[in-house]
Structure formats: C-alpha cells, structure tokens
C-alpha cells in the first residue's frame, strides 16, 4: 500500500463528504464507539457544539449509553449498531483489538473511518489497507502525531519525503533509570504529565508502548517504511509531528495539546471547524526541546519497530502481549519493567505468519494473549 495513493484519495474527499459540514446543510451522521471514554467524552463536545454534526449512534463497552443518542449498544458486536445506524463518519474510540471488527465494517463499505482505535490498524494492518482499498473510503486519523502528520503530508508524493518524525512526551518515567522503574506502582504510571486519557494508553506512554504502536499505525497509514519513521521525545507535547522533505524543508505541527483538535479536524475534514482550544501564545515564550528515546530503558519502542519489521502477525501479538501485560500490571499482577518482559517473550514465541482473513487474526491475537498469560503466570 503507498501512502502516495493514500494521501491522494484524501485530498478528494468521497462523495458526499466533502459537502456534508456546513456548505450544503446536510448534516454528517457520526457513530461514536467508545462514547464513554476519554476520546469519546471529547467527541460529544465537538459534535454537540458543531450544527453541522449529529450523532446518530453510540455504544460503550460496559457504561450505560442510554438516550445519549437514537441508536445505542453496550458491548456485543458493534457492527450490528453500524448496520442499523448506517452512519456517514464511524469514530472508533473503542480501546484496544476489540475495535477491529468496527474499523474493518467501515473500511469495506467506504464509510468514513475516523480512528482513535490504533490497536485495530496495527493488528491487522494488511486487511485494513486491503479493505480500505475495496472501500474506497476515507481513513483518517485522531491520533494527534497522525493528524498532524497527515496535515502536514497531504498533496505531497511519498517520493518528496525524506523522514516522518512522531513526537513522545515520555510518559511520567522519562529520564528515570531502569533500577528507578523496578518499583513504580500504576498510581505513578497513570499520572501522565502533559495528556489525560483513559488508562491503558496512559500505561502505553509510560512505557513507549504507544509510541511504539503509533510507529507501526504510521506505517501502514501513510506506505512510510520504518527505517524512515523517527521517534523523538519533546516532553511538551506542543509539536505533535514533522516530516522532513527531500529539499530540505521540514513541516511541522503544533498546537496545545488537546484531542478535542484532531477529533474535530477528522470530524469536519476536509473543513477547518472552530474549536474551544486556545491560540498558541507565543509572546510568553515557548522553548522546543527534542530528545533522543532511551531504548534501554523502554525497551517497547524498540520491541515495536522489531515487530513492525518482522511483519505478519507479528505487530498483531506485540498488541495482543501488550494488552494483556498492561491489565496484568493495572491489576497489580506484573511488575511495570515485566510489560516489555512479556512482550519481548511473546514475540519470540509466535510464529508471525501473515493473517489471510479475519479469523487468522484473530487467532493469532488469541495465541500471543495465551503465551502473554503464561508469562505472566510464571513471573508473578
Ligand atoms: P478509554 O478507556 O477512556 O475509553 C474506551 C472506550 O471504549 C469506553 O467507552 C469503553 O466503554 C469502550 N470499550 C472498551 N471495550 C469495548 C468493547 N469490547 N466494545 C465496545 N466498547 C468498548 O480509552 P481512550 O483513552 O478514550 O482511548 C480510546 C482509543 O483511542 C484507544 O485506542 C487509544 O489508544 C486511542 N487514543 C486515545 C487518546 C486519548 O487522549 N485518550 C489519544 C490518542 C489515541
Ligand atoms: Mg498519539
């Protein structure tokens, strides 16, 4: 898949969707999975305070949904709700692989797929990309480093790029020694310094893990290969991405930061809608600092690229270990220096052979979350 055609297919919205927010008057029908979340809370307020959006479905996992729109549903199959919502823009806001049968429901049928859900694009990344080619859809990001990175891409061949640059906090560990980390409790790791979110992609962060993620949703997202996708640590989070261009121009994107930007910008693209966040103030002063990632220390971000490399399956069980890991360590069950562990254990035992189809992948999700439990299991 090249990201060339993908950025391309973006530029020229399908039909219907450009003309849905604000010129015409016909209003875009979102379906909001995971209404009940960190991303989802923030997704209501764009869409209540935005006349050309409606939310026409929601669905949590376990919360009650009740009356927050027509269609609802907590837990199940979320593409029952999809099928009787018939939505124009599906925002996945689900965490973790149970978002995939979402993001893939959308991605055939050339809905619109707006996705926080990045654990779906890394697990099955070749039969999203291949589904979003039967589609015809657009896909696009709300991860904040992938929106500001499809800004600043778009109109652009992959020819013309020389690196596209993700930026990392560094979580509430950056600067911290491995011997510091050996201790920490989740109360430490879920208090991130720059982003509130919901806890598993706290832990992601403080960990790299979500980093790590992101590198691998970059890849299949934009056709980028990994040997030119960077990681940066810039512990203010103002700069959320850049890419650099063979003639030696880099862009960048920066703003405050707040999901509530990207969630509204993947809402009302290809329009530029108000939102509630604040101007960059610049004559207060703002210092970017950049930094190298500490790979030994937060071995994640290293496990992912390996993983992303390996191909197959294999960024499928990096997710699934994570996942199963990062529950393990919020239930006080694995030591945080024991998430890599397992992952890196993991890795080594699947075999990462390519998915043909859904089922593949699901069991090979299925394989690396037994081999992640056994782990923890004899770590514990
Ligand atoms: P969260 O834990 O706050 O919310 C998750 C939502 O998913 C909840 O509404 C929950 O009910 C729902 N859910 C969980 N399992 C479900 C299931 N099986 N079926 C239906 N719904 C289910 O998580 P979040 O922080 O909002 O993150 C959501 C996604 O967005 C994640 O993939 C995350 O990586 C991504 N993301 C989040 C942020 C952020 O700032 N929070 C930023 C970038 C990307
Ligand atoms: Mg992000």
Redesign the pocket.
Known sequence: MNAARHVRRARAPAAGVGRAAGHTGRVKRIAL????????RQAIEIIDAHPGLELAAA?????AVDGLAPLTQV??D?TELLERAQPDVVLN????F??LPATLWALERGVTLAL????SLVAAGELALAAQERGGGLLLP???EHSAAFQCLEHRGLDQLHTLVLTASGGPFRGRTRDELVDVSPEQALAHPT????????I?SATLA?KG?ELIEAHFLFGVPYESIEVVVHPSSVVHALVRFRDGAALAHLGYPD?RVPISFALTYPERAATPVAPLDLQSGLTLEFHAPDLATFPMLALAREAGLAGGTAPCAYNAANEVAVAAFLAGRLPFLGIADVAAETLARVDGAPARDLGDLVEADAAARAIAAEQIGALT
């Open positions: 999975l995971g209404a009940t979340g960190s991303i989802g669905a949590s996992g376990t919360q837990g199940g979320l806001a689900v965490v973790g149970a978002g926080a859900n990045k654990e709300v991860d904040s982003w509130r979110m919901g806890p598993k992609i706290t992601d979500n993620l999901m």
